[in-house]
């Protein structure tokens, strides 16, 4: 990858030619999402040395969602029995939407942590792993990761979460009838919609994805081996039922958010962060897709491609 210097150019293209895309729509099912300004775009790159290109609303809050299931899972494999982990939550792709039943259903064990149905199973472990002080703890690791110390939740979000999420109660009941969950799925949940409450901007993303690409554990503040895991079922499964159609066209680590949020690695080079509320119907921004794509394309970040 070229020094940010070099690609401000290339970035102001793929903005101006992203920003005039207005497909998908902004989700609904939570309720608190659908008051979003769906007009609202930002990008921004953090290579692994800390410089920084933001472009458009960077500084505008936004929850996670399911962009959040990856720091959950960094968390556990930090600090979670690995065997136990392995246990609850395996790592191949569904093939499926984010929040499928059917599969979970049919093989007893959530697939992967990037659904909602193996994000839930690791929840119940870090309630397991950190007890009463699961929420603080899991923040406080979210926020390294993250580089903030002070990340806050979005509260109305969090209880419009929690007043008409019957579908991932559905997910949780059924986990806990294959004996996956160790806790009453009602403080499952609010564990579990809290960390996709959690507020941040594509600036924070950024800095996030760039902390994951170092693979050289800053500060020592994970293991070696979590980044490799983390990274690895990233690229595999972060995108859902479009990830096979993500790695062949862009080719590095994502994880896609129903808020409109998008968080990609290069690993080695760089963290991206993309937001735009609307989504389509796998749960992924379409500007932020493009611009991915485009940057892929354009700066030759493809993890398969020859050097150039």
Known sequence: MMALAQIETIV?????RARAVTTGHVTTYIPELA??????????ICDVSGAEINRG??????????????LSYACALDVCDRSRLDERVGVEATGEE??????????????????????????DLLMTQYGSRA???????????IGRADLAIDEDVHRSELRTGERN????HLLKNFGLLDHPVEDVLSLYFAHCAVQLTTRDLARLGA?????????GMVRHSTLRDVLSVMLTC???NYAGQWVFEVGYPAKSGVSGGLLSVVPDRAGIGVFSPRVDDKGSSPRGVLVNRMLSEQANLHLFACAQ
Do not use: W
Not at 169 to 172: F, G
């Open 12 to 16: 102001d293209g793929v903005f101006e």
């Open 35 to 44: 008051h979003v300004d769906p007009n609202l775009f930002a990008v921004s």
């Open 57 to 70: 609303d960077f500084e505008y809050l936004f929850t996670m969602q399911s962009i959040s299931k990856v």
């Open 98 to 123: 984010f929040d499928s039943i059917i599969k979970l259903d049919r093989h007893k064990r959530p697939f992967n942590p990037m659904v909602n149905a193996g994000a839930i199973a690791v929840t």
């Open 135 to 145: 929420l603080p703890e899991t923040l406080a690791f979210f926020g390294r990761l």
């Open 169 to 172: 109660r559905a997910i949780a």
């Open 211 to 219: 902390t994951l690409a170092t693979r050289s554990c800053p500060s």
């Open 238 to 240: 972060g995108m859902y």
